[in-house]
């Protein structure tokens, strides 16, 4: 590989330098200490601060290629999809109309991308810090479910309207948590609640007490935020894992495995329709245009359908702002909007359909790849959580919050070093 050979000549021409410095042959330490700040920062810094040390991961990183003996930069199947998405969003920027706006969305794109391949080469000689990965995330969601109970029973206002309540009794009105996560917002929160809730069955087995009562509680904080999206992302993530534990057991345990999961969703299912609030939070997913929020959400579809049929071969460029200003000349009257609230359309305005398409197939390669080393637990969990991340996205674009985009590529990058692990 072309690229490679660049590399091989940078390295034996800084080989003086990495002999002698300690920095360098200790730069993992700081690349990891840079992912980890990235994980626990999420929870309440600004978007702005968690970008910066997700830089400092990639520059190091960067650092790391061009002065390491040996360091090599390949593409894996999916990789190489990744690889063409990323091409046609330069094109895209590159054409767009609002090219200023639009560059500054293709720095977080670049970002994201950027931690995504910095992750993926620091877990290629540090497999062993994939434990303390979910055990950060744990910690963090572990945090955050205390901070939900907590504003549950205080119940705590909206910060905005978060809910249509003009066809609602006041008993049936809920209480939204939001976390800590900045901005404040029940959408969000919920998207990072299910993002990150398969990391407590990663967790060792001397934290099993903490694994189970954890994921029970996040699993509740989610149901707390009131975000429909999240309850449809919970359920899938609920049914893949139920699907890989039922595959993985002993013929002997399968029927008493579905006897039991089915006692467990039947109660489940009674426990919220006999609480008002959260009943008619379930049943206004299926109240079509009768709900506010579903309505304003189709409004939002059809205009960046309108939007899509215009642009469609190399999209109006990424970034929400660049989105904001053309999104303007299609949308209806009063139905403002600062994404397409469904994370494939989003890539499809913005970046064409060949960009949707090499996203879709590193998706798909990933997750392929993956159900080949299914027996790893790490992939299961990074499996569950991108699957959960994925179905909420169809329905929401929080997915392009750094704290949810930080998340889905550090599990991505989970999936990408598993499978390279089992092929060595």
């Not at 590159?94 to 500054?104: D, E, I, Q, V």
Request: proline share 2%; charged share 15%.
């Amino acid at each position: 590989m072309f690229f490679n050979n660049i590399l091989s000549f940078l390295q034996n021409l800084s080989m003086p330098l990495y002999n002698k410095s300690f920095f360098l042959k200790t730069i993992d330490w700081f690349i990891g200490l840079n992912i980890f700040l990235v994980i626990f920062v999420s929870t309440a810094a600004s978007s702005d601060f968690i970008g910066y040390f997700a830089m400092f991961a990639i520059l190091l990183t960067v650092i790391k290629l061009v002065t390491t003996p040996g360091e090599k930069f390949e593409l894996s199947g999916a990789d190489k999809f990744l690889l063409v998405y990323f091409i046609f969003v330069l094109i895209s920027v590159a054409g767009s109309t609002l090219f200023y706006l639009s560059l500054k969305g293709f720095f977080k794109t670049l970002t994201y991308l950027g931690f995504y391949v910095a992750l993926v080469h620091y877990l290629k000689g540090n497999r062993d810090k994939i434990k303390y990965i979910f055990l950060a995330y744990a910690l963090c969601l572990s945090f955050e479910a205390i901070v939900a109970f907590l504003q549950n029973f205080s119940s705590v206002g909206e910060i905005s309207s978060w809910q249509d309540t003009s066809r609602l009794n006041p008993e049936e009105v809920m209480t939204r948590v939001y976390g800590t996560l900045k901005p404040y917002n029940p959408n969000l929160f919920g998207g990072y609640l299910l993002a990150l809730l398969p990391s407590f069955i990663a967790l060792p087995k001397n934290f099993r007490i903490w694994s189970v009562i954890g994921f029970l509680c996040a699993a509740l904080a989610i149901i707390m935020t009131g975000c429909r999206g999240s309850y449809i992302g919970l359920l899938f993530e609920l049914i893949v894992l139920g699907l890989i534990t039922y595959k993985t057991l002993k013929p002997v345990y399968k029927k008493a495995f579905l006897t039991i999961s089915g006692i467990a969703a039947a109660c489940l299912a009674v426990v919220a329709l006999s609480i008002s609030a959260l009943r008619a939070r379930i049943f206004s997913i299926f109240a079509m245009r009768g709900d506010s929020s579903n309505s304003f959400r189709f409004n939002v579809y059809h205009s960046c359908i309108e939007m899509f049929k215009d642009n469609w071969l190399l999209g109006i460029g990424v970034g929400n702002q660049n989105f904001r200003e053309i999104y303007g000349l299609y949308m209806k009257t009063g139905f403002d909007a600062l994404s397409a609230y469904n994370i494939y359309l989003e890539i499809a305005v913005e970046s064409g359909i060949f960009a949707l398409a090499a996203f879709v197939g590193f998706i798909i390669m990933l997750v392929n790849n993956a159900l080949k080393n299914i027996k790893s637990i790490y992939v299961i969990c990074a499996l569950v959580s991108i699957t959960g991340i994925l179905i909420h996205g169809i329905v929401d674009t929080v997915f392009f919050r750094p704290q949810i985009q930080f998340a889905f590529w550090t599990m991505a990058a989970i999936l990408r070093s598993e499978d390279g692990y089992r092929k060595n």
